[in-house]
């Protein structure tokens, strides 16, 4: 049994063995067949490759001719321009040095020609400064003097011209700014008016009625704003209602109007009823109650004047400049002012009292109507006097107390004074009496601090000052100069309205005794 199992082992052994031998030959057969291919599809491959790399060989040595090319052409082209660029400019250098070359003969001429000329100016010099001692010498012995005091003479001589000069031209300059004085003037003013005229306009031109609360403002207002409309068509003033608390302004360029609508407001206040009928009721009553105030002013005006016989409604016109200013100056005040100060004047030079009083009150009378009328207030009161059968006296007193006409009598010449009396009286238009003091006193301590003044006196209202020199230290043409310093100073260092006039005056005496 046991050697058939053996035999069997064997037999398995032999046939395996003999299978592997089978299988061996068969996968290298069947390997050497994959290898035969593979190296067919290889060398396929390889030539394929060596072809394509050949092809692009081929094209890359063809575009790196053309961009050689390119890249040459481009060079070659660069230095073309280059070459002619330079080329260019060795023809401005070789210009520049010819011209340089030029220069530098034409400068080599100049300095020996100027050497030349230097040592002829030399000789020159050394002949002219002997020649010029030679003649000092000559002039010291014939006039006795040396050179120091002939200098001093020089300049003595020449500083005496200087200051003749110096005054011809400064009279000069005053003459010719005189000349020009009205267009500067006018410049001036027009100036102010612009700087100073909503200021003005404002404080002279509106009143300010106080409320009891600000429920009043609607009350006043009105529904749709009828009571308003209705208080300002019937007085021609306006009303600003604005955030000012318990307060309502009035604004008008007539104060008359502007007092009737203040009465007429206040009226309305008190009474508590506002409607449209009840304001035109007491736009009448305060229209009544202000005619009445304007008529017993003019009638008291005239009684404390003395003035009789005037036409009832110049009585009425003055009344009304108890509602206009003038720089702070009440208008009837000032021509009540004017019409005492004339009546005095006349007395002192023996004309016609009660003329002159009667055209010292009616002067400014135009006032009264000069923002209803065109025109100044001179023209306005000289066509109202003649309207009135007032005389001729009185209207040319009027026409002439601001210089638009010729004064033809003593009465106007004193109108003329009297008036600047009272506008230049201290604390008349808005300058306290300190101010007025201070200002006369600064003018005096002005002028009196220039060298040679001995006494200087303020006059006029400080409108002049008069100034005492010395007339050993100051002549002719010094005062005139001294004139010229002294406005300057006062205009540098002073606020003053209007002109001051400087006056210099110099005054020499000689006295001798008989024995």
């Not at 009737?260 to 035109?280: F, N, T």
């Not at 008291?300 to 036409?311: I, N, P, Q, Y």
């Not at 003329?416 to 008349?428: C, K, L, M, N, V």
Request: charged residues 35%; hydrophobic residues 40%.
């Amino acid at each position: 049994m046991s050697h058939i199992i053996i035999a069997v082992l064997i037999t398995a052994v032999v046939a395996g063995f003999l299978s592997w031998i089978s299988a061996t030959a068969y996968r290298k057969k069947t390997y050497e067949d994959k290898i035969g291919s593979a190296e067919v599809k290889s060398r396929e491959i390889i030539e394929e490759a060596l072809k394509t790399a050949e092809t692009k060989k081929r094209e890359a040595l063809l575009e790196a001719k053309e961009e050689s090319l390119k890249t040459k052409n481009e060079l070659d082209k660069e230095v073309k321009e280059r070459r002619a660029e330079l080329q260019r400019y060795e023809k401005r250098v070789l210009v520049k040095e010819e011209n340089i070359d030029k220069k530098q003969e034409t400068l080599e001429k100049k300095e020996i020609s100027l050497l030349t000329k230097e040592e002829k100016l030399s000789e020159r010099a050394k002949e002219v400064e002997s020649l010029y001692e030679q003649g000092m010498s000559e002039l010291e012995n014939i006039s006795g003097l040396t050179s120091d005091q002939a200098r001093q003479l020089l300049l003595e001589s020449v500083e005496d011209d200087i200051k003749h000069d110096t005054a011809r031209l400064i009279k000069e300059y005053d003459k010719l700014i005189k000349e020009d004085s009205e267009k500067k003037a006018r410049d001036y003013i027009i100036t102010a008016i612009q700087r100073c005229a909503a200021d003005q306009v404002a404080e002279a031109t509106v009143s300010v009625v106080q409320l009891p609360n600000d429920e009043m403002k609607g009350r006043i207002i009105g529904r749709e704003g009828r009571n308003i409309r209705t208080l300002e068509q019937m007085t021609g003033v306006e009303l600003i209602i604005d955030d000012t608390p318990e307060a309502v302004v009035l604004s008008s360029f007539d104060p008359v109007r502007r007092e009737v609508a203040r009465i007429a407001l206040e009226k309305l206040i008190i009474d508590g009823r506002i409607h449209p009928a009840r304001i035109e009721e007491m736009v009448e009553k305060a229209q009544r109650e202000v005619d009445l105030i304007m008529r017993e002013a003019g009638e008291a005006a005239v009684l404390e004047s003395g003035v009789h016989g005037l036409h009832p409604e110049l009585v009425k016109m003055l009344g009304r400049m108890k509602y206009r200013t003038s720089y702070g100056q009440n208008a009837l005040r000032h021509s009540i002012e004017v019409s005492a100060i004339c009546g005095i004047l006349a007395s002192e030079v023996g004309v016609d009292i009660r003329m002159a009083k009667r055209a010292g009150l009616l002067h400014d009378i135009g006032k009264a109507i000069d923002h209803e009328v065109e025109g100044s207030h001179v023209q306005i009161g000289a066509e109202l006097c003649r309207k009135y059968k007032e005389s001729a006296i009185v209207i040319n007193a009027v026409e002439s107390h601001h210089g638009d006409v010729e004064a033809d009598n003593a009465i106007s010449c004193l109108v003329q004074a009297a008036d600047t009396i009272s506008a230049a009286r201290p604390g008349a238009r808005r300058e306290t009496l300190e101010t007025y003091v201070n200002r006369l006193k600064q003018l005096e301590d002005i002028t009196t601090s220039f060298e040679g003044v001995e006494k200087s006196f303020a006059i006029q209202a400080g409108r002049e000052v008069r100034i005492m020199v010395v007339p050993e230290r100051i002549n002719d043409d010094d005062m005139v100069i001294l004139a010229h310093e002294i406005a300057k100073r006062i205009e540098e260092e002073m606020q003053y309205p209007g002109q001051i006039k400087v006056n210099l005056i110099r005054e020499s005496r000689v006295s001798g005794i008989a024995k």
